[in-house]
Every structure is written in structure tokens, then in C-alpha cells.
């Protein structure tokens, strides 16, 4: 009986473990898909004309026959996010004189779309802040 206890607690532990671990990650994206979707947006903004405001519903469409992964708009709306993030990260870094630290094969690559796509605006707030900050001495 006592072993039988035992083995019945050890069981409760494990399938209280079991209840409690996180579920099993259901990764959407991959290093590939995320060069995909970058340069998929510097496509779609070529071929609209750069219009300053993005159509996320048209760019779902655009861009959605290119990865096999099934995705709504709202992810990608949330990897744009994450990688524009990512890119700002990186961007800091470098202007700062460090290494961004590219881990992965693709993140040169991902760095390289993000910049066409966000890189100009990062570099002319970074020229207007150096600008202001020429002005402001020259009026001391």
C-alpha cells in the first residue's frame, strides 16, 4: 500500500507539472519569412508609390502568397511591429559605435530591408537632432 501511495503522489506531481508547463510554442514565422516579409514590403511600398500610410489589408494580400506558414493580418501586423523593433534595437547600436550582434545567418539581411524601410527616417532624425544641437550652440 505504501508503494502504491507513493507512486499515486509521484503520478499527481507529474500531471500537476504537466498542467503547469507552458504550452508548446506554435512558432509562426522562421529566419526565411522574415526576409520575406521585409523585402515584401519594400516591394509593396515600390509598387504603391510609397504612400506614407500602409494598406495592411492590401499588404496581407500582397505578401501572403509568399509564405507557406497560415497567418492572420493581425500577426503580421505584430511581426512588422517586432521587427521594426528589432531594426530600432540594432540601428541604436550602431549608431552608438557598437555591434548589433547579428546571431543569425538572415539578420544582416533583415537589417539591410528594415533599413530601406525605416533607415531613412531613423537617419534624418538622427541628422536633425545633430542640426538642432549645431544651432543651439552656435546661438550660445
Do not use: C
Request: charged share 35%; hydrophobic share 35%.
Amino acid at each position: 500500500l505504501k508503494r502504491r501511495a507513493s507512486e499515486s503522489v509521484t503520478d499527481e506531481k507529474t500531471t500537476k507539472k504537466k498542467k503547469m508547463a507552458s504550452p508548446v510554442s506554435n512558432r509562426i514565422w522562421n529566419e526565411e519569412d522574415e526576409v520575406i516579409i521585409l523585402k515584401g514590403l519594400v516591394d509593396f511600398r515600390h509598387k504603391t508609390r510609397f504612400q506614407p500610410k500602409i494598406d495592411w489589408d492590401a499588404f496581407y494580400r500582397f505578401v501572403g502568397g509568399s509564405i507557406v506558414a497560415k497567418f492572420t493580418r493581425e500577426q503580421l501586423v505584430n511581426k512588422m511591429k517586432k521587427l521594426k523593433s528589432k531594426f530600432l534595437a540594432d540601428f541604436k547600436k550602431i549608431s552608438q559605435g557598437k555591434d548589433p550582434h547579428f546571431t543569425r545567418a538572415s539578420d544582416s539581411e533583415v537589417f539591410g530591408y528594415a533599413s530601406l524601410i525605416w533607415g531613412e527616417n531613423q537617419a534624418n532624425g538622427a541628422m536633425d537632432k545633430a542640426q538642432q544641437s549645431e544651432s543651439s550652440d552656435d546661438e550660445e
